[in-house]
């Protein structure tokens, strides 16, 4: 009973002992110098190392008394625990002189500095007894366990890295409350974390930052708070910001997220960025004072993600208006994103209420997007839309429209009920030069039905569109074969007009060509090259199907029956060679060839008195050739002017003359040994016989060979006419003048002709008046005459009478030219300091190009576009903003830029009317074609334009397209004013907000409908 009681005592005072006692330090061998315990500071605690295993840096200091108090109660118990356990409890008391500084045991143990407190020594099981083992091993089993128990882990601390701070004033250290105070321009910077204000107060104990402005005498603000925290930037007047959870309270916090800018009384910031915003406002206007928000009563934030708010009304101008909406989304990614598409609303008078334009927007990928569209009016009519945009850098990009319309006007029922389908097909397609530089593939496809842009209501206020003529679309595909020299290429072309909806569409075009090459060239040549060595020849091949039809009937066309095909083939072989050294001598040989799958053979219908076609089909040979040979040659000559009289300023003046002759000649492919050409007698109602003759291949794409043999002659000549003086501008010394940049004439004469052997006189005059405008002229002169048997009979051409027989010059047949300039209050003012005596100062590099700084005009209109008179409208748009410029009384200089464009076009012809033919003068009269254009800007002040465009038709009398548009600037938002006032009235409003996130929501359109006729004059 003892001995069972002496054990019992032994496990109460041992389990006591250990734990009260810290487990790593009870392994400790006796007989190894254990390091003394540091000297106690005032008050009597001891923090323990921040490594120590099962002590945590933060963990409170070990009060003296406490722990004497329960080691002096620990050894009276053990007292009475028998004498064999007198070793362990050794070991206890050698454990607990460590945190006993006034033991005997801790006395005599010297202190290592350089040991660390856990560095322990474990004891040699081996010489352990049974029980000694197994209360190590026990103690060991608890030791692990308490050294994984979250609780006593060693906990991470909020600074994980360097604090960097500074202030320009002064800085105060308080060690008792570890406060920090940085006045005057602080700065304090803490991983991607960077905080600049007047003052900044920092608790480096707890991790907090709080910073502030400061007031002058006069109570303004300054020196408010900007914290920077990776891409995001948050202005404040007052913040408080904790570095170890990076949450935040601000206070008049001011933000900009992408295009919009976020303000509130208070905001609180959470650990991943978000902020919670009570009273807050989001605009897009970047004053200050903002000319409108959104007052949000709560929102939330997530930074380059999106802004949630809660119930929210507009106010402009400080005003509130009347409208709430309970909740908003405004989303802010960068990246693709797909999502609904807000569409318009209004009102089409002959369609009725519609809403336009929205769908859903489908980001497919970064190479590639797609959108829906759709519309619908009250009246029945909708519409469906879809367009996408693909892009692969360095290979192609493009883009896809195709759209769908089903209008309904008028009332069922009634006589103005109409119903119509429409549709539109638009492609682009371009291919970058690095992706492959031997084949090529591009696209241009704008088709739409002639009923397409009259339904549009888009189109109705756009002019251009509305009164396209013509539409043109093609695709080609090209490649080559540079071993061979040869090139394959084809096309689909397709033009339509859209007054009477005919369409012209050749499908496919294909072209295969090899470049010239010289058979007869020695590929291992040795001496000079001979003769036979220059003859050099070429292949082209051309294969075609193509079709004029109706656009109705396009569909329903038949392959065979209706379109035309054929292949055409040609190989031209020429040679160059000199003779006396100057004299260039170019004989050439053509051959072309051209294969049918049709032809049509005429008769006459004797009983019906009517001619028959008979169509054929197979594959038919047609064919002719040509020769020619042609001299020509360049004759120099100069003229020095008398320095007396022009000084030394002209140097000389040179006259290139370059006169060139031609003979050709052709068999006559009328004979009947080719059979190109047929016959058939006709005989009429009265019993007149007629032999018709006709071509079996008229009417093919191709065409048949010339009737008639040819050897004609021809002449040509060129003249050049340069002067050049001295100037100082060329670092030659001397500058080129154009007097004249070309004057020719060219006439033929074919000696196999019969009757008028002789062409027509064709003249040409192109003159260089500035560095960008040439002028150019053709003119061409009859050259037989008229006649007729009496005063009131047909006139018609002379066969062999001509005008240089009579020795009078050929008679003017006329002449067409379009001129076009662009005047602005900029050119006038060079114009003016030019006359002044002024030179521009040509290395100024803030002289501007016009041509170079005009944005590039794209309207998605093919043609009808005259791209100068659309440049005149944008020529006074304003290049630069900010402060004004003053002159030197501080007064603004008065500036007022405008543009003005004029396009003048005048066409000079005969007038082939009998009526109106003259039998004295044996002459037609000239009939005059004009047309003038005008367009043009003007800038009353900084964000006013005014643009107009009108023009006037000589031959009709009347006024052609008239526009006028007024837009204002507001900063935040943009006004558009533009009118159509002939040939038919409307008008188009519109207000929009000028962001991009805003101007689907903020926006007000007004339109007139073009059926209603608006007359205001």
């Known amino acids: 009973m003892k001995q069972k ?177 940085l006045y005057g321009d602080s700065h304090v910077e803490y991983q991607n974390m960077d905080l600049r204000s007047a003052m900044i107060y920092m608790c480096l104990d707890s991790s907090l930052v709080h910073a502030t402005g400061t007031r002058d005498t006069l109570g303004v603000l300054s020196g408010t708070p900007v914290f920077k925290m990776g891409s995001d930037t948050y202005e404040s007047d007052t913040m408080a910001f904790n570095f170890k959870t990076k949450k935040g309270l601000i206070q008049q916090v001011y933000t900009q997220q992408e295009d919009g800018y976020l303000t509130s009384e208070l905001s609180k910031r959470g650990a991943n960025g978000e902020l919670f915003l009570q009273h807050g406002r989001y605009t897009t206007c970047d004053d200050p004072h903002p000319d409108f928000y959104i007052a949000m009563s709560r929102a939330k934030v997530r930074p380059g993600r999106d802004v949630v708010f809660g119930p929210a009304y507009l106010v402009v101008c400080d005003v509130p208006i009347p409208l709430a909406i309970p909740y908003g989304f405004f989303p802010f990614t960068k990246s693709y994103s797909s999502g609904f598409i807000m569409p318009t609303y209004g009102d089409e008078t002959e369609r009725g209420f519609y809403l336009r334009d929205g769908g859903y927007y489908f980001a497919i990928n970064d190479l590639m997007d797609m959108k829906l569209l759709g519309e619908i009016y009250t009246k029945g009519s909708w519409g469906a839309s879809v367009a996408t945009n693909y892009r692969k850098r360095y290979r192609y990009s493009g883009s896809f429209f195709a759209s769908y319309q089903n209008s309904v006007t008028g009332e069922k029922n009634m006589p103005d009920y109409a119903k119509q389908t429409s549709f539109k097909i638009q492609w682009s397609h371009r291919q970058d030069a690095k992706a492959n530089p031997f084949s090529t593939l591009s696209a241009s496809v704008n088709f739409a039905t002639s ?186 000559g100069f003229y020095i002017p008398s320095r007396k009289i022009f000084g030394d300023k002209i140097d000389r003046v040179r006259h290139v003359f370059t006169p060139s002759v031609s003979f050709s000649y052709a068999p006559d492919f009328s004979a009947s040994r080719y059979g190109f050409y047929r016959s058939y007698q006709r005989t009429d109602a009265e019993g007149n016989v007629t032999m018709v003759e006709y071509s079996p291949y008229q009417g093919q794409l191709y065409g048949v060979p010339g009737k008639g043999k040819t050897g004609s002659i021809s002449f040509d000549m060129s003249n050049n006419i340069e002067m050049r003086i001295r100037t100082d501008a060329d670092s030659t010394g001397f500058k080129k003048i154009s007097i004249i940049d070309e004057l020719g004439a060219s006439m033929s004469y074919n000696m196999a002709a019969k009757v008028r052997p002789w062409s027509d006189l064709s003249t040409r005059l192109r003159l260089k008046l500035t560095k960008s405008y040439t002028l150019n002229l053709n003119a061409v002169f009859a050259s037989y005459v008229y006649e007729a048997d009496s005063v009131g009979a047909t006139p018609r051409l002379s066969e062999h009478q001509t005008y240089w027989g009579m020795g009078k010059i050929g008679r003017f047949q006329g002449m067409s030219q379009n001129l076009s300039y662009t005047i602005s209050n900029e050119k006038i003012a060079k114009i003016i300091a030019w006359l002044r005596g ?180």
């Open 5 to 181: 009681t002496g054990a019992f005592l032994f496990a109460i005072a041992f389990i006591l002992v250990w734990a009260c006692t810290p487990s790593a330090l009870m392994r400790v061998t006796p007989n190894q110098a254990t390091p003394a315990p540091p000297s106690l500071p005032e008050g009597g605690t001891i923090a323990m190392p921040a490594d120590s295993p099962g002590i945590s840096a933060n963990s409170p200091a070990i009060n003296i008394d406490t722990a004497a108090a329960v080691a002096d109660s620990l050894l009276i118990a053990t007292d009475s625990i028998a004498a064999g356990i007198d070793s362990i409890m050794q070991d206890s008391r050698d454990s607990l002189a460590l945190l006993l500084p006034d033991s005997t045991a801790a006395e005599d143990m010297a202190i290592d500095p350089n040991i660390p407190a856990r560095a322990a020594v474990k004891r040699d099981t081996t010489t352990m007894d049974s029980l000694e083992l197994a209360i190590y091993k026990y103690n060991q089993v608890i030791d692990d366990s308490l050294r994984q128990d979250s609780l006593n882990r060693q906990k991470k601390n909020g600074i994980d890295s360097p604090v960097t701070f500074s202030a320009n004033d002064s800085l105060i250290y308080v060690a008792s409350t570890g406060m920090a105070h």
């Open 838 to 1017: 002024e030179r521009p100062n040509r290395n100024d590099n803030n002289s501007s190009n016009d041509d170079d700084n005009d944005d590039d005009y794209d309207d998605d209109v093919n043609t009808n576009v005259d791209h100068d008179l659309e440049a005149g409208k944008h020529g006074a748009r304003r290049t630069s903003a900010g402060r004004a410029d003053t002159d030197d009384d501080g007064y603004m200089p008065f500036s007022l830029p405008w543009s003005l464009s004029f396009g003048y076009g005048i066409t000079m012809r005969e007038d082939n009317n009998v009526k109106r033919f003259n039998y004295n003068t044996m002459r037609y009269p000239y009939k005059f074609t004009q047309n003038l254009n005008i367009s043009g800007n003007i800038r009353i002040s900084d964000g006013w334009n005014i643009s107009f465009s009108s023009g006037y038709d000589f031959e009709n009398k009347k006024i052609s397209m008239t526009t006028a548009s007024l837009s204002r600037d507001l900063h935040c938002f943009n006004m558009s004013c533009s009118v159509v006032l002939a040939p038919y009235t409307s008008y188009n409003f519109s207000f929009r907000c000028n962001a991009s996130t805003l101007t689907d929501a903020l926006k007000y359109d007004k339109r007139s409908s073009y059926s209603n006729s608006v007359q205001w004059y």
């Open 451 to 636: 009923s397409y842009e009259r339904n549009n209501l888009t189109s109705m206020y756009n002019p251009q569109t509305l009164t396209q003529s013509t539409r043109t679309s093609s695709v080609s595909y090209s490649t080559n074969f540079s071993s061979i020299g040869m090139s394959i290429s084809t096309t689909m072309n397709l033009s339509q007009n859209m007054r009477d909806s005919t369409i012209a569409m050749t499908l496919p075009d294909l072209n295969i060509s090899i470049s010239r090459f010289y058979p007869f060239k020695r590929k291992h040549a040795a001496g000079k090259e001979r003769w036979y060595e220059k003859i050099s020849m070429s292949y082209t091949g051309h294969f075609s199907n193509s079709i004029n039809t109706k656009e109705s009937e396009l569909m329903h066309s038949n392959l065979i029956r209706d379109w035309r095909n054929g292949m055409q083939h040609s190989i031209p072989i020429s040679g160059n060679f000199t003779i006396l050294d100057n004299i260039n001598i170019n004989p050439s040989f053509n051959f072309t060839d051209r294969t049918y799958t049709n032809r049509v053979m005429k008769s006459w219908d004797a009983v019906n008195s009517r001619e028959v076609n008979d169509t054929t089909y197979g594959f038919y040979n047609v064919y002719n050739w040509s020769m020619s040979v042609s001299a020509s040659t360049k004759l120099y």
